[in-house]
Nanobody, 116 residues
Framework: VQLVESGGGLVQPGGSLRLSCAASGTISSINTMNWYRQAPGKERELVAQLTYDGMTQYLDSVKGRFTVSRNKVRTTAYLQMNDLKPEDTADYYC???????????WGQGIQVTVSA
């Protein structure tokens, strides 16, 4: 199973982007979907999480601006990012932890650049 990310790019401050992360193979519905990011020279940090039972949590700096969601069959994760700031510039990675199959999948990473 591979995770394929899309939706990144260059956006001006205050703009929006929607990242997608699609699983190419079979995953169970009992999964947790995470979005991480890593800026140059910094450690990777958890940005948003959506658990199998629908609970969400967010990095403090993105609360109220980012929203994590998934499709009905739980094979695709989304990260809606609004009011983007230059400090949101990073490579974004999706991560799906399948609790039933015991797998920990990572996307290839996608670049998000917020700049005027």
């Amino acid at each position: 199973v591979q995770l394929v990310e899309s939706g990144g790019g260059l956006v001006q401050p205050g703009g929006s982007l929607r990242l997608s992360c699609a699983a190419s193979g079979t995953i169970s519905s009992i999964n947790t979907m995470n979005w991480y990011r890593q800026a140059p020279g910094k450690e990777r940090e958890l940005v948003a999480q959506l658990t199998y039972d629908g609970m969400t949590q967010y990095l403090d700096s993105v609360k109220g601006r980012f929203t994590v969601s998934r499709n009905k069959v739980r094979t695709t994760a989304y990260l809606q990012m609004n009011d983007l700031k230059p400090e949101d510039t990073a490579d974004y990675y999706c991560n799906i932890i399948d609790r039933r199959l015991g797998t920990n999948l990572w996307g290839q990473g996608i670049q998000v650049t917020v700049s005027a």
